[in-house]
């Protein structure tokens, strides 16, 4: 287990007090999130109505931000194999430079109405995101057990900055697109660009020394140096196996995969259940501001309390808050108070779901394997997450949006199941 305790000789032979350096990296991963936030989210707020006025459909709107779920899958292994040989700041560095490359095929696809070019910078975009969830482990990989939970969450919250942020540069981002001859809708794809860049800049200069490195060269004493600087450990796809051999790391993942599913089921489906209620654009936006809330500006409160009454019990809790959340959204009809205050616990249940698991799965392994479970604890997460923002239009159109509620909470089961047996089991060893 990580100690934080006083300097310690770390990678390279080096003093390393782990106090002061996690405190610095949890500072510069929070910078970076709020300047890729803002990134990520100018992309999202324009990049549906960017594909349908290239293709003249609402049937291809929401390609954009498909590609965008998809490539955080296709992105999540290859960037989590850099950070197990080479440490976080070379993956998530990369990971930014990448999606701010994407924006800017984004930008000249659409300038140039090409619609296949746009959808090739859609899924290069997508790597922002994945390396915005990633960067949530990277505050873990030093912190101390009593204050891992914490850590964790403060970098998800500042996730809300940018969230926020991002999508009211539409304003701005029409100016900066007249200045240099674009379409006004590319304006926030430009600021996207910006600060995905320089989120990548930030990570590369400032996270130094490398936490991962570091945690590694603390666990192993003298003689993990020349290891931390390998990158010891399993590679990605070996690392099914890793999650497998951990009770801990398999409940984990599936908490991730169960939580964020069915967040992304009912809350893509729900502007449309209310724009069939007669709801305005302001009201629905309104909806969907809050829920992000919801999602982000209570996780260290969510960190405080995985740390001070356990990992488990507090998915647990998530659980029930996505249950409860399921059942008003879907008794709601289309009451509109009861619909926001369905969606506000569904992203208080995800919130739950995430930085516990999170915080649980970084536990459950040694250092030199993390990085490779997390890019498949990530990976798992969007391919679901783009699985049920698919399935969940067909369960609205042919079952209504009760039925697509009811369905939402099916993953919930089996993370109850495997959280029960799993406390029993460590109930029982205590006793022995």
Partial sequence: M??????????????????????????????????????????????????????????????????????AALFALPLAGIAARRGRRPGLSLGWFVAGTGGAVMIGGAHAGLFAVFLLGAVLFGSGTATNLQSRYAAADLAGERSRGRDLSLVV???????????????????????????????????STVGLLAAA????????????????????????????????GPGPWASFGTIARSPGAVLAVVAIVASHACMVMVMTMTPVHMSHGGATLTVIGLTISLHIAGMF????????????????????????????????????GHHQGMVVTGLVLLGVGWSFGLVSASTLLAESLEPHQRPGAQGVSDMAMSLGGAACGALSGVLLGAFGFGVLNAVAIAPAVPVIILALRTLSARSRASAR
Avoid at 224 to 232: F, K
Avoid at 297 to 310: E, F, K, M, N, T
């Fill in 157 to 191: 919250w500042a996730t809300t900055i940018g969230s926020v942020a991002g999508p009211n540069l539409t304003g701005p981002g029409a100016v900066v697109a007249g200045w240099l001859g674009l379409s006004a809708l590319l304006g926030p794809l430009v600021f």
């Fill in 201 to 232: 800049m930030l990570i590369a200069v400032l996270l130094r020394p490398d936490p991962l490195l570091a945690a590694r060269g603390l666990a192993g004493g003298d003689a993990a140096p020349t290891a931390a600087r390998r990158g010891s």
């Fill in 297 to 332: 500006a209570l996780s260290p409160l969510v960190g405080w309390l995985a740390d001070r009454y356990g990992r488990i019990p507090m998915l647990l809790a998530g659980q029930t808050i996505l249950i409860a959340a399921a059942a008003v959204s879907g008794t709601a």
């Fill in 2 to 71: 990580t100690t934080t305790e006083g300097p310690q000789v770390g990678a390279g032979g080096r003093t390393i007090d782990p106090v002061r350096l996690q405190r610095r990296t949890v500072l510069v991963l929070m910078a970076s999130q709020i300047i890729g936030g803002v990134g990520v989210g100018s992309a999202l707020s324009v990049g549906g109505l960017i594909a349908e006025e290239l293709t003249g459909s609402q049937s291809w709107a929401g390609m954009a931000t498909t590609m965008i779920t998809l490539g």
